[in-house]
């Protein structure tokens, strides 16, 4: 359950009426009137994430206006606010909507093409930035038992032989959002809205291989995606595939490895479903 701002909270931020808990977003946003409430995630993030989104120029897209408090910050009292924007996340399995949803990032991401990198990347630590080190082969993993076959075969991609078909020109990095699956919201009649910001310094390809790797692991998705994307974006692509399949092995791990349930059922499901996609991006790979 989401934890509920004070009356002197919504007083700084001009609002009023009943507190209601959303889903998603890990429990933790409320909606009050035209304004959604979530706990700040440190004051150099909050602020640095204000001055970002207050900016942005909304072309094929919506997000949610970051809100400031009566004294001027981006956050009061632990607590952020931002405007409300109305949408749905999809039903992924019945009526999924993944290149849509990669057409908002990209759009997303085309306008955040020139905003300079952050500095506190290079400070933040958790399950998520171990998982994006690993994908990009700045640290070795630590995995769990029964991840590691999968990692194996996902690694073998990345780093193909000199002369590969895969091998192509490396984009240059810039400022992207690393969970765009469960973070684009629909509305008829309206450009999808993408929320609940994640920034990683990396090409944009992956940002969208992140989305076609969560649609493979946990939503059943089949090599057609892939596919469809590599069609549009090459080879290469693939590559962008197997580091966001590493990427999410090693949060599972991590996480796995912080609830002490190595040897649970659900542990055995989760190595399943990267097994799974593991073999369906090596085989796509034997096919280029």
């Known amino acids: ?119 506190f990347l290079d400070r933040r630590a958790n399950w998520w930035q171990t998982g994006d080190y690993v994908a990009w082969q700045e640290r070795q993993p630590d995995l769990v038992s029964g991840l590691q076959a999968s990692y194996d075969d996902l690694a073998a991609l990345i780093t193909p032989l000199p002369g590969s078909a895969q091998v192509t020109h490396q984009p240059a990095p810039q400022l992207i959002h690393g969970d765009l699956t469960g973070n684009v919201l629909f509305s008829a009649g309206l450009p999808p809205a993408v929320i609940d910001f994640s920034p990683y310094w990396r090409p944009a390809a992956f940002g969208e291989a992140i989305v076609v790797g969560d649609a493979l692991i946990w939503h059943g998705a089949d090599a057609g995606l892939v596919r469809d994307l590599m069609s549009d974006r090459g080879p290469g692509f693939l590559q962008y595939v197997a580091r966001a399949v590493v990427f999410r092995l090693v949060t599972t791990s991590e996480r796995v490895r912080s609830q002490a349930a190595e040897q649970s059922a659900s542990t055995a499901r989760e190595v399943r479903r990267y097994e799974r996609a593991a073999s369906l991006v090596a085989g796509l790979a034997r096919a280029v």
């Not at 998603?24 to 989104?53: C, I, N, Q, Y």
């Not at 970051?66 to 931002?82: D, E, F, I, M, V």
């Open 1 to 119: 359950m989401a934890s509920i701002p004070g009356p002197e909270v919504l007083e700084a931020f001009g609002l009023s009426g009943p507190v209601v808990p959303l889903p998603g977003g890990e429990g933790r946003s409320v909606r009050v009137g035209a304004a959604v409430l979530k706990p700040a995630d440190g004051r150099e993030f909050t602020d640095w994430l204000g001055e970002t989104m207050s900016g942005i120029v909304e072309d094929g897209f919506r997000v949610s206006r970051p809100l400031r408090a009566s004294t001027g910050a981006w956050q009061h009292a632990g607590w952020t606010a931002s405007g409300y924007v109305p949408g749905a996340e999809p039903d992924h399995e019945a009526e999924p909507r993944w290149l849509e949803i990669i057409e908002a990032g990209r759009a997303f991401h085309r306008a955040l093409a020139t905003a300079p990198r952050p500095d």
